[in-house]
């Protein structure tokens, strides 16, 4: 085995293909499917045990909606879902439904039936750099450090963490360099999910309109005419919640798990910096009190979950944005607005600008009609600094605001895909990632699908 010398240490070379991916989220995950496809080797490098990342480890479901065309990778997982026995489509929204534990096997298999590596439980540490190129990384694994030898290298971290290991510049926040709202998700079994929806419906709630009764989502946003409301200001007075506690709730059922729903809560409240490692570990506290809380007052307050019980608690914390790179292209609100279209746009999207703001954002309400859409150019993908580089996920180059659109998981998703097969087209034509005409890319795309 050959080694690779670090700091004064020989560390073990452990992997070489043509393609690195760090992060097995729904990006590198997606990424990775498409370098396989395109017949390249890659390796996915995983902090935890499980792909997926906010999907699976912060149990982020269902995938938000999108009325764009549905890509090939994003079609092959939903295909393998609905064979696992998912069902994936409720019939009248136009989310992706699953559970955690399918979709963690599903991406696992997808990726070793096509003879992709998964290294897990492999934490980066940092990369070495040789003439604007990365040559290799260096991971902490179970035998300690170890170095892994790429051609290509996708940052799938969603913390920028491999791009700012190389060099690359990045910015965080909003213009007072706040982040958006931390989440902390979690799941309760034993709803009498029947029940819940009765008791839902017979109180003239019109926020979940799914008639499939396979499918059901509840909510309670504080002014917002919600029926739950005066139930969680009863606690509220009655000391079973805190203030806090009100701010957002949410929860859908999951497909395959009949008596379980996942809450899209609590926010967690006055953490600004999601960049800050002391503060992500103030929100896990706080947040667990958070949940406790939630799941001690539903079985009292709330038809339907009388029986109910804390099923799981993320592994992982939701943080919706932290660093994004500065690429060769920084997508803004305004290419929102103006619907805009690139030479090299390589994924589309049309979610809004939905912004969990700490302190209150300006925002420009232009919401899309369906059918339309804005592209993403594939210079929002690549860096300045790092021949052999591209990015994917939540921490693409763009503002703030337009962060907040395009990190929903669909889209990151078709950034994946593209990302994918850039690798593979800078491997066969001996071309570097951030020189790649995005454009031809693009035609590419169209051949494998038509957008």
Not at 106 to 134: M, P, W
Not at 173 to 185: K, L, V
Not at 201 to 206: K, R, Y
Not at 278 to 284: F, I, M, N, P, W
């Amino acid at each position: 085995m050959s080694t690779l010398s670090f700091f004064g240490r020989e560390v073990p070379v452990i992997y070489d293909v043509n393609c690195v991916v760090v992060g097995g989220g729904t990006g590198g995950a997606a990424t990775a499917i498409s370098a396989l496809e395109e017949n390249i080797s890659t390796l996915v490098v995983e902090k935890t045990i499980s792909l997926g990342g906010t999907q699976t480890n912060s149990l982020v479901s269902p995938m938000m909606p999108t009325h764009v065309k549905t890509q090939r990778i994003n079609g092959l997982i939903t295909e393998r879902l609905n064979k696992e026995n998912v069902k994936t489509n409720d019939g009248t929204t136009a989310c992706s439904w699953f559970n955690v534990e399918s979709l963690n096997y599903v991406l696992e298999q997808l990726i070793t039936e096509r003879g992709g590596s998964i290294l897990y439980d492999a934490n980066f540490i940092d990369c070495v750099k040789e003439h604007g190129k990365i040559t290799h990384i260096i991971v902490n694994t179970c035998n300690g450090l170890a170095a892994i030898s790429g051609k290509t290298f996708v940052d799938a971290t969603a913390d920028a963490v491999l791009s700012r290991s190389a060099g690359v510049e990045v910015v965080s926040g909003n213009s007072d360099g706040e982040n958006q709202q931390i989440s902390f998700r979690f799941e309760m079994g034993g709803i009498d999910i029947p029940e819940l929806r009765t008791f839902i419906l017979s109180q003239n709630e019109t926020f979940c309109k799914i008639e499939n009764p396979d499918f059901f989502e509840i909510a309670m946003v504080p002014g917002k005419g919600h029926v739950l409301e005066p139930y969680f200001r009863e606690a509220l007075a009655n000391d079973d919640l805190q203030e806090d506690d009100l701010r957002y709730f949410q929860a859908f059922t999951q497909p395959g798990k009949p008596t379980v729903m996942s809450f899209n809560c609590p926010h967690i409240p006055g953490i600004t910096k999601t960049t800050d490692p002391k503060l992500r570990s103030e929100a896990v506290v706080k947040g667990r009190q958070m949940i406790r809380r939630l799941a001690a007052f539903l079985p009292k307050y709330i038809p339907g979950f009388q029986n109910a019980f804390l099923l799981k608690e993320a592994n992982q914390l939701g943080i919706r944005e932290s660093y994004r790179i500065v690429g060769q292209y920084v997508l803004t609100e305004q290419d929102y607005v103006d619907r805009a279209r690139f030479e090299d746009g390589i994924a589309r999207g049309d979610w809004y600008i939905d912004v969990h703001s700490v302190t209150k954002e300006s925002v420009n309400e232009a919401k899309f009609s369906r059918g339309e859409y804005y592209e993403i150019p594939y210079r929002s993908l690549i860096t300045f600094e790092v021949e052999n580089l591209v990015v994917v996920g939540r921490h693409i180059s763009s503002t703030f605001l337009m962060q907040a659109s395009l990190r929903i998981q669909p889209t990151v998703r078709d950034m994946g895909q593209a990302a994918g097969m850039a690798c593979a087209y800078s491997i066969k034509n001996n071309m570097a990632l951030n020189t790649l005409n995005g454009a031809h890319l693009k035609q590419q795309l169209q051949m494998v699908e038509e957008f």
